[in-house]
């Protein structure tokens, strides 16, 4: 079964780029979905099957996953992302989801 | 357009019985393939999947819980059910249902969320 493992914090100045790992032991042989969850806010899929972006979220967020990790690149940060995102997958042996710790996004 | 809507007490108190009712419209349960599930949030924690329900009555649990809880639901009312029974303060959370897309087994719709907090 996957543990999946996220940096708990992560500050990234308007307009640059920040990069939010999930690792795993060969999470890069499975799908990853990511969230974005606000402060009060239910979370929002930003990120499905490693790289799909669902309707209405913006080409900044990115997603791969290779080997031991998977990332989820945000570019051109605003000031609107600072959110808390956690990696999801699926455990196929106990068919159910497994997410991550969730990473907070400061932006300075 | 799908939405999903929990509802529930507010407050229980500890060993008491909890019962969380999702609504939701813009699709239904009863569609092959369709599945929903239940998600926690302890105040400041990670999210923590819970349940779920598949549109043939399939049930799967979180193991650690799995002797706690009961899901179910009514396509009739377009509804689904989560039973969390003998709760202590340590079930103190936002519950989130939330619709599993089948082919991506990712969530892409959830609920609000509704806060529920366990008294000792």
């Known amino acids: 079964s996957y543990v999946l493992t996220q940096p708990p914090s992560v500050s990234v100045a308007p307009g640059q780029t920040a990069r939010i790992t999930c690792g795993a032991n060969n999470i890069g042989s499975t799908s990853v979905n990511w969230y974005q969850q606000k402060p009060g806010q239910a979370p929002v899929l930003v990120i499905y099957y490693v790289y799909n972006r669902p309707s209405g979220i913006p080409e900044r967020f990115s997603g791969s996953n290779s080997g031991n990790t998977a990332t989820l690149t945000i570019s051109r940060v605003e000031a609107g992302d600072e959110a808390d995102y956690y990696c999801q997958v699926w455990d196929s042996s106990r068919d159910h989801p497994v997410f991550g710790g969730g990473t907070k996004v400061t932006v300075l | ?120």
Not at chain 2, 11 to 16: G, H, R
Not at chain 2, 34 to 57: H, N, V, Y
Not at chain 2, 76 to 104: F, I
């Open chain 2, 1 to 120: 357009q799908v939405t999903l809507r929990e509802a529930g007490p507010a407050l229980v108190k500890s060993t008491q019985t909890l019962t969380l009712t999702c609504t939701f419209s813009g699709f239904s349960l009863s569609t092959s393939g369709m599945s929903m599930s239940w998600i926690r949030q302890p105040p400041g924690k990670a999210l923590e999947w819970l349940a779920r329900i598949d549109w043939d009555d399939d049930k799967y649990y979180n193991t650690s819980l799995k002797t706690r809880l009961t899901v179910s639901k009514d396509n009739s009312k377009d509804q689904v059910v989560l039973t969390m029974t003998k709760v202590d303060p340590g079930d103190t959370a936002t519950y989130y249902c939330a619709r599993l897309e089948p082919g991506y087994q990712s969530f892409d719709y959830w609920g609000h969320g509704t806060l529920v907090t366990v008294s000792s």
